[in-house]
């Protein structure tokens, strides 16, 4: 009876614990591609003629280069898998081009990710998701007749 009672409590505690870890990730997936949309979005935008990473993530909650604040990202993500706000960068220079889990730890997922994540089939631990915006990467492409992106505050032209 008590050895069957430990055996049944030892495998709730490993389902438990598998489970848990299978919501970190998909916690760990939401977060960081949070951070890749917002660092995109910070990107694509042209001022003065370039395009920059941004420098803290900090800018992505409020980004003061124009008149009123623009915000890419809601708010703050912890890292799931690590509970705390330090994450690892991919840099560009001096600027954040994506973020990354400090885990050590090997993720459970090896296979079966959306489109935006297939890189991280196969991936050794959390660290090698890297949430990343590649640095070649400019304004989406715009068709004939689409509207000329401006930024955010200037007065439209008239057309002629």
């Known amino acids: 009876g008590i050895v069957l009672l430990g055996v ?42 370039q395009q920059r990473f941004p420098i803290s993530l900090d800018e992505l909650l409020e980004d003061r280069r124009f008149p009123r604040p623009l915000r890419h990202l809601r708010k703050r993500y912890l890292d799931p898998v690590t509970n705390s706000a330090d994450w690892g960068f991919v840099r560009s220079g001096e600027g954040i081009a994506g973020v990354f889990s400090r885990s050590s730890e090997a993720p459970l997922k090896k296979a079966g990710f959306r489109a935006c994540c297939v890189q991280f089939s196969g991936a050794r631990s959390y660290a090698d998701w890297k949430f990343a915006v590649a640095a070649g990467a400019g304004p989406a492409p715009r068709g004939p007749g689409a509207p000329v992106p401006r930024r955010p505050g200037a007065t439209p032209q008239p057309r002629r």
Do not use: C, N, P
């Not at 409590?9 to 848990?20: E, P, R």
């Not at 919501?23 to 951070?35: I, N």
């Open 8 to 49: 049944v409590l030892a495998m709730t505690g490993t389902l438990w614990h598998t489970q848990s870890r299978r919501e970190k990730e998909q916690e760990l997936l939401f977060a960081g591609e949070q951070y890749r949309k917002a660092i995109a979005s910070y990107r694509a935008i042209v001022v003065d003629g």
